[in-house]
C-alpha cells in the first residue's frame, strides 16, 4: 500500500442536496484526509478542460452542462490506496449499478447527477490535482 492524493468532487446535485458533510464523514471514515479544498462554480473552460478526455463521447455535452448547472465542492483526498479507496467509496459510475452503502449508490440520481467525481489512476490524480489546486494550497496533514 502507498500513501497517494487523489481528486475528488462534490457535483453540483449532491451540492444541491446539501451532503457534503455526510460524503466528507465517509472520506473521514475510510481513513482519507483532505489536503485541499475549495468551492467553485466552474466555469464551461474549466468543466471542458477538466473532462476533456472525454470530449468526443456522445455525453461530453450534458456531462460539461451538468458540471456547470451549480457550485461543486472540490478536494484532493490523500491517503493509504487512495485512489482506489475513494472509487470504492463512490461506487459504480450509473447509481443503479451501484453498491449499497456507496455514495452514488445513496446520494446519486442518474448517470448523469451522480453525485461524486474520483481520479481513476496514479497519472491522472496527479494532473486532476493539478487543475485545481496550486503546489502552496495542499497542505500535508
Ligand atoms: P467521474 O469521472 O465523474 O468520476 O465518473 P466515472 O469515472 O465513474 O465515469 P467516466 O467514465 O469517467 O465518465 C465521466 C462522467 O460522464 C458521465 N457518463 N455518462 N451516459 C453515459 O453513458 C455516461 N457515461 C459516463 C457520468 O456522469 C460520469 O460520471
Ligand atoms: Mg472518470
Known amino acids: 500500500m502507498a500513501l497517494e492524493r487523489t481528486l ?8 444541491a442536496k446539501n451532503v457534503i458533510g455526510q460524503i466528507y464523514s465517509r472520506f473521514e471514515g475510510a481513513g482519507l484526509k483532505v489536503v485541499a479544498a475549495k468551492m467553485k462554480h466552474l466555469s464551461r473552460r474549466e468543466a471542458e478542460g477538466f473532462y476533456a478526455v472525454h470530449r468526443e463521447r456522445p455525453f461530453f455535452g450534458a456531462l460539461v452542462e451538468f458540471m456547470i448547472s451549480g457550485p461543486v ?3 484532493a ?7 482506489a479507496k475513494n472509487r470504492e467509496l463512490m461506487g459504480a459510475t450509473d447509481p443503479k449499478k451501484a453498491e449499497a452503502g456507496t455514495i452514488r449508490a445513496d446520494f446519486a440520481d442518474s448517470i448523469d447527477a451522480n453525485a461524486v467525481h474520483g481520479s481513476d489512476a496514479a497519472d491522472t490524480a496527479a494532473v486532476e490535482i493539478a487543475y485545481f489546486f496550486s503546489s502552496t494550497e495542499l497542505c500535508p496533514r
Request: aromatic share 0%.
Open 8 to 15: 475528488s468532487i462534490i457535483k453540483p446535485d449532491a451540492v
Open 73 to 75: 465542492m472540490i478536494q
Open 77 to 83: 483526498l490523500e491517503g493509504e490506496n487512495a485512489i
